[in-house]
């Protein structure tokens, strides 16, 4: 009786140990992130630097045609000269990252839908719903997500 006492009373400890541990550093890490970043300046970040991530150079989109920055889950397109949009690269299907941009259209690779560079309007299903537009600014040579 002894031995399975101390097992248990071990294994209680351990558990109850490892209980209070997981709820402090949650606790903790939400008291941390909720005060940083009310006082970090990501408010300002967003503020000062409108303009995001830089994903491409105007050059690299082909016109009629895209490029997938699969990192960031976002086809930028190109339908006509000079004029350039961005999807989520997230088919509206079953959530499969799209794997193509030709002939007009951005390509899901795991069921055939297709969706219009123009303004992410399902082409051919079976996606029926388009893919959601992404927001990006170009300036001067750079296409930056905004």
Request: hydrophobic share 35%.
């Amino acid at each position: 009786m002894t031995h399975e006492t101390t097992r248990r009373t071990v294994l209680l400890a351990t558990g109850a140990t490892g209980a209070a541990a997981l709820v402090a550093a949650c606790g903790g890490g939400g008291d941390d992130n909720g005060s940083e970043s009310t006082s970090s300046p990501t408010g300002q970040d967003a503020t000062s630097a409108p303009t995001g991530q830089v994903l491409a150079n105007i050059d690299e989109i082909p016109v009629g045609a895209g490029k997938i920055f699969k990192d960031e889950e976002v086809v930028v397109t190109q339908p006509e000269q000079g004029q350039f949009k961005a999807f989520s690269a997230i088919c509206t299907h079953q959530r499969c990252t799209v794997g193509s941009v030709s002939d007009g259209t951005i390509n899901c690779p795991c069921h055939g839908s297709k969706f219009q560079i123009a303004d992410g309007a399902v082409a051919q299903g079976p996606a029926t719903r388009p893919l959601p537009a992404e927001q990006i600014s170009v300036e001067g040579n750079s296409i930056r997500l905004t």
